[in-house]
């Protein structure tokens, strides 16, 4: 991914930056810039999420693609926000064995990936267990 | 009435290279025997071609390639013919088809020819599971380190929880798809496995493993297309098709309406099946998009062939086998025939062809009368759905 590509998205990842329709009220993450529900009608404005969800879905990826070779195995899912919508992350601080559906988890920032030893580093909010 | 073609088609001609690790052969070279052999199988020289489309997900990627129509009507010997390439990720040679039976079914070209390549094994596997990701949301889903085998494991996942569907479910379809590959001599795997191998292999993205997975394959099909009229003094064989739908979803996952099936499955097959006036019980065999063991179990479901969560027992009593109530992916599937992505869609057209005209040797359903394909892109972005049906 290029900086520029990613410098474009820093707001939605480093904060869970999304929309909100101000006609339907339906919460989109990542940041929609057409509501699929409304369409021509719909109006969309910014809206931070909380990133406290629970885990709706998840596996461990043991063969990883390019630029997660030290990683794997990693945990990732798919998280259910308190808000409304799903959302992709990976899933750390804890050991693949420990996660299972249904289990709350809160956003936390994170190094996810570099371009070889010169190249760009990528940063995002992920997501990891809520320890009571 | 909408979503009917508006003139009969007939696929006359069918061929297509066997799937592997194809070291000796280019990109151009797999096209060309495929398209030769349906031209052969058609019984037409080549001059009669009017319009070639091309299905291919990734030439740029793997082959540093783009800009294949022209390389491929270059090296076929087919210029000035139109060419064009149809790109959905894993439906691109389904969507192929399609844009090659709407071009005849207006009437604009006669005889078309339909094809499907992909060259996948010129690079790693590191570099291939980051290509096939592309498939998927590169911003919001493969950023995360997400692969394609961990979104389809997701849905695995999501299916067990909800369903109770279990490990040795799963691997009921890659274990039926291997034993039917061994019957078919162009498939990539042509040997038995049994459901211990398939829970004991290699752990790709839990709960998915080695075996539940489609191999990296190269590979090309090919089928040749015209009006039924022109069809019916080429063949005594002619395959019409029945209908033609195809369905849009969202890229990623985690905006979909429900992750254990594919929404647009269920929308494409409910308009092929009302414009071609069956339902799923009429169907006799069916290539579905078997890129992985969960994919199959939900492509089962999504096509009606049986209630949502009701595919584990199914498999378990047999419904899905050659002499089954429904006969699933014959060829072997995407998962032992091989998988050469762009290919895929194109090759379950030849493989229900070859049914329909009762030329399927040892794989031969009996008395198949009614065919239907399944391709899907992605984790189920585009769906395309082909019904056919034996024109005699």
Redesign the interface.
């Known amino acids: 991914?290029s900086v520029p590509?990613f410098w474009r998205?820093i707001e939605n990842r480093y904060r869970l930056v999304g929309t909100v329709c101000k006609n339907c009220g339906e919460k989109f993450f990542?940041p929609r810039v057409v509501c699929p529900n409304c369409r021509r009608s719909g109006e969309m404005e910014e809206y931070e999420f909380s990133g406290r969800g629970e885990v709706?879905?998840?596996?461990?990826?043991?063969?990883?693609?390019?630029?997660?070779?030290d990683?794997a195995p990693?945990v990732?899912?798919?998280v259910k926000l308190e808000e409304g919508?799903?959302?992709?992350?990976?899933i750390v601080d804890c050991e693949?064995s420990e996660v299972e559906?249904g289990m709350p988890v809160e956003a936390t920032f994170r190094r996810?990936?570099e371009e070889g030893e010169d190249g760009v580093i990528?940063y995002?909010l992920?997501f990891r267990p809520v320890r009571r | 009435m909408p979503g009917r073609l508006k003139r009969d088609v007939a696929v006359v001609g069918v061929g297509m290279t066997r799937f592997g690790e194809l070291w000796d052969m280019s990109f151009d070279e797999l096209f060309i025997e495929a398209g030769l052999e349906a031209l052969e199988d058609a019984g037409l020289s080549g001059d009669e071609i009017e319009a070639i489309y091309v299905g291919n997900m990734s030439a740029g990627r793997f082959i540093d390639q783009e800009h294949v129509a022209s390389l491929i009507a270059d090296r076929s010997g087919m210029t000035p013919v139109p060419c064009t390439r149809v790109e959905a990720a894993c439906a691109s040679g389904g969507l192929a088809f399609r844009h090659a039976v709407l071009a005849v079914a207006s009437g604009l070209f006669d005889v078309v020819i339909a094809g499907g390549v992909e060259k996948m094994t010129d690079v790693t596997t590191e570099e291939a599971t980051s290509i096939l990701a592309t498939a998927s949301d590169q911003e919001w889903e493969a950023f995360h380190g997400v692969t394609f085998p961990a979104l389809y494991a997701m849905m695995a996942r999501r299916h067990m929880h909800e369903y109770g569907t279990d490990r040795e479910e799963l691997a009921l379809p890659p274990v039926k798809n291997h034993r039917n590959a061994t019957k078919n001599p162009k498939a990539q795997f042509r040997f038995e496995i049994t459901v211990e191998q398939v829970i004991e292999s290699p752990p790709i993205a839990d709960p998915l493993r080695l075996l539940d997975c489609s191999p990296v394959s190269d590979g090309a099909a090919a089928v040749v297309v015209c009006p039924l009229d022109m069809a019916k003094e080429l063949t005594d064989t002619p395959v019409v098709v029945k209908a033609s739908a195809q369905a849009s979803d969202a890229i990623a996952l985690h905006d979909r309406e429900t992750l254990t099936g594919l929404p647009a499955t269920v929308e494409a097959s409910r308009k092929a099946y009302k414009a071609a006036g069956i339902g799923p019980e009429d169907v006799d065999v069916a290539e579905v998009h078997d890129c992985f063991s969960i994919a199959e179990i939900m492509a089962v479901e999504d096509l009606g062939f049986v209630e949502k969560g009701e595919a584990g027992e199914a498999y378990r009593e047999g419904m899905f086998e050659i002499d089954g109530e429904v006969a699933v992916n014959p060829s072997g599937g995407l998962k032992a025939k091989g998988h050469p992505v762009g290919a895929s869609g194109v090759a379950q057209v030849v493989e229900i062809v070859e049914q329909l005209r009762g030329e399927a040797g040892k794989r031969q359903v009996d008395g198949a009368e009614i065919g239907l394909t399944h391709n899907v892109g992605g984790s189920g972005g585009t769906v395309v759905v082909h019904v056919f049906e034996r024109a005699d």
């Open positions: 991914m590509r998205s990542p709706y879905s998840y596996s461990v990826v043991r063969v990883p693609p390019e630029g997660f070779e990683k990693y990732v899912g798919i919508p799903l959302v992709t992350g990976m693949p559906i996810v990936s990528y995002s992920e």
